[in-house]
């Protein structure tokens, strides 16, 4: 029989990897030029959505322990500033590679981990307030990173 | 120390609650006249998804074998039709108050709701099927109804 934290792990993992691909099946649709579009008017751009995607996803390597952020130039332009603050972006097709690597990295990352070791603090919590705080661990990020992706993923379908 | 499983549960259904707040803070600054808008050109209206979501909801009560719907002539207008597909739709304010019981409802029966229970099997799954996929389970509907419910989060802010 399957342990329930084990049960648990594996659906918000799959959670996870079904946004991402849900999130790719858009991309693959869309072509560079229509990322350019907003996806409402007045709103955000494609190209934004991908960036800002990318440089939160970017941001869990080290939030989760695992390694350095990959793309730290994205931290600025896609998540300190707004879109169309920012006059120079990444090409469209820059940001695509960013996007799939920092997922597979991530992916690679999972895969290593052991069901205990998903309830491990992440590295936004101190100790003392982990010890008081049992659920601000690595599986909350998981899960809060889903809803922010699918969020997104309910405005980049919008551009098709 | 707090069982894994336990923090597995509590995580999840923070993120729910977290979500269903976030989705009432953008209704509440909607009005109903700002419902009837399209969130991006040709796309479904505003009134469209909140009757959409009031519906998919609602079909949790069964699926999580709670109780029957509470509102099941939400179906043929918001489930099986696409929106402007029919006519008369409830108004605005009738799917405010739809949605606020459906949620207060499911809420009731989530607190009462042990931690074991949680991985109990939904009703859309086969005893047989059960046995051999454990992670079809009440606690997985909740993590994909969260995904689901910021996906149309997301839509439903370009309305503001």
């Given at each position: 029989m399957t342990n329930q934290n084990q049960l648990a792990v594996k659906s918000v993992l799959d959670a996870w990897h079904f946004r991402v691909k849900a999130v790719n099946e858009i991309l693959n649709k869309l072509t560079d030029e229509q990322l350019q579009h907003e996806i409402s008017p007045g709103r955000n751009r494609g190209i934004y959505l991908l960036g800002h995607l990318s440089a939160v996803h970017d941001r869990m390597l080290p939030l989760l322990n695992f390694e350095q952020q990959m793309y730290p130039q994205l931290d600025e332009p896609f998540i300190n500033q707004p879109d169309k603050a920012v006059a120079e972006l990444p090409s469209a097709n820059e940001l695509r590679i960013a996007w799939s690597t920092i997922n597979s990295k991530l992916t690679e990352h999972f895969n290593e981990l052991q069901v205990d070791?998903?309830?491990?603090?992440?590295?936004?919590?101190?100790?003392?307030?982990?010890?008081?705080?049992?659920?601000?661990?690595?599986?909350?990020?998981?899960?809060?990173?889903t809803g922010h992706l699918a969020s997104h993923q309910g405005q980049l379908v919008l551009l098709k």
């Open positions: 070791e998903w309830f491990q603090k992440h590295s936004n919590v101190s100790v003392e307030d982990f010890a008081k705080e049992p659920h601000r661990n690595r599986l909350s990020i998981i899960i809060s990173r």
